[in-house]
């Protein structure tokens, strides 16, 4: 009868990647030169594609996990009041050469790049749309406190993606992974091809 905030951080799409898309672990796994030092071997790239063609399995165990998720709202009549929001942390790079995880010039659009899903509840008549504007993480509180009609009590860096006076982004900004290194990326920009 309450409104209710489930939040689920999962691991189910990281690295390594062993599940098929019906959830069984993958047997038939051989081994594949892992990266070395955070960087994918240069001189192997289809060891590298393989590992990609991983990577892609499990996604669709993680896409037959959220099918499941949608089936039990619906089934139990709470999927179109629903808010659901899909996102990742960050992206990762299957560039022969480049850092898996560490951003740089060469990878940046890869890592940068991860999905933001909002499923609207039906009550607000957002129509179903692909959007390409230059969302951020910071962007996911204040779109939700604007759903509920919640009042943020303290100043925020995002906007509501709902807010047509939302002020556009001319880069993204990106947390390394060593402490303090803050980057400004250049969103119009990037170079979309090796991703």
């Not at 939040?7 to 390594?16: D, I, K, M, W």
């Amino acid at each position: 009868p309450r409104p209710t905030c489930y939040f689920l951080h999962g691991l189910v799409s990281h690295y390594p990647h062993q599940m098929l898309p019906s959830g069984q672990q993958n047997g038939t796994l051989a081994t594949l030169p892992a990266r070395y030092g955070g960087y994918w071997p240069v001189d192997q790239p289809s060891a590298v594609a393989q590992q990609y063609q991983r990577h892609l399995l499990q996604v669709a165990f993680v896409d037959r996990l959220l099918g499941e998720l949608v089936a039990r709202l619906k089934q139990n009549s709470l999927y179109d009041k629903a808010l659901i929001v899909i996102t990742a942390d960050h992206g990762m790079s299957f560039t022969a050469g480049l850092p898996q995880r560490n951003i740089s010039n060469e990878n940046a659009a890869e890592i940068m790049r991860v999905p933001l899903v909002i499923k609207y509840p039906d009550r607000l008549n957002v129509p179903p749309h692909v959007s390409d504007v230059n969302a951020e993480a910071i962007d996911i509180l204040p779109t939700v406190a604007h759903v509920l009609g919640l009042g943020l009590t303290r100043p925020i860096d995002g906007a509501s993606l709902l807010d047509p006076a939302r002020p556009g982004r001319s880069s993204k900004v990106v947390l390394a992974t060593a402490p303090g290194r803050r980057r400004n990326v250049d969103a119009k920009n990037l170079d979309l091809e090796p991703a």
